[in-house]
């Protein structure tokens, strides 16, 4: 199984950033960094970025 691109980081405020595990930053969907959020959101957008992630990759064969 190919490592998840997108993880969760818990920030000292009490909220949670998703951030790119290859790159240490933000992601960044739809252009703005992806912090500041509570944690059922930032679950629900890791899901849907590592989904994204894993289509992109079987999509170009990586797989």
């Known amino acids: ?3 998840q691109r997108y993880d969760l980081k818990k ?3 009490g ?3 998703v951030f790119d595990v290859f790159t240490g930053q933000p ?3 739809d252009g703005h960094p992806a912090t500041g959020l509570d ?3 930032a679950d ?3 899901d849907l970025l590592n989904a994204a ?4 990759r079987v ?3 990586d797989f």
Do not use: C, F, I
């Open 11 to 13: 920030e000292p405020n």
């Open 53 to 56: 992630d894993l289509k992109r």
């Open 27 to 29: 992601a960044e969907p």
């Open 15 to 17: 909220t949670w950033t």
């Open 59 to 61: 999509d170009r064969g």
């Open 44 to 46: 629900d957008l890791v």
């Open 1 to 3: 199984m190919a490592q």
């Open 39 to 41: 944690m059922e959101s």
